[in-house]
Nanobody, 123 residues
């Protein structure tokens, strides 16, 4: 079965950086677009970034554009989220997800999800 396992979360001061990783298994990684989402306490799941199968097309939410970078390594079956200039409002559980769409910013287009990794940004 498909498994997505996130890692790299933690506690960081405002202005700092973290890199999240998401290791995928269970089906051909390079055949699927990937996305990163986040969910803060009491809020809905929020789209962050998405990347197509080959990694040459990326899209970002306005809230993270210029600060976050999504990338993938199909040889390692892994997608990454480099997060720079972190702000307290970036505090959330971060999820990676997989979709059969070419690329998507919509939660319902994703059919497999990881368990999430906590990112906490202190002021």
């Amino acid at each position: 079965q498909v498994q997505l396992v996130e890692s790299g979360g933690g506690l960081v001061q405002a202005g700092g950086s973290l890199r999240l990783s998401c290791a995928a298994s269970g089906r051909t990684f390079s055949a699927y677009a990937m996305g990163w989402f986040r969910q803060a306490p009491g809020k809905g799941r929020e789209y962050i970034a998405t990347i197509n199968r080959s990694g040459d097309i990326t899209r970002y939410a306005d809230s993270v554009k210029g600060r976050f970078t999504i990338s993938r390594d199909n040889a390692k079956n892994t997608v990454y989220l480099q997060m720079n200039s972190l702000k307290p409002e970036d505090t959330a559980v971060y999820y990676c997800a997989q979709t059969g769409r070419v690329i998507s910013a919509t939660v319902r287009d994703y059919d497999y999800w990881g368990q999430g990794t906590q990112v906490t940004v202190s002021s």
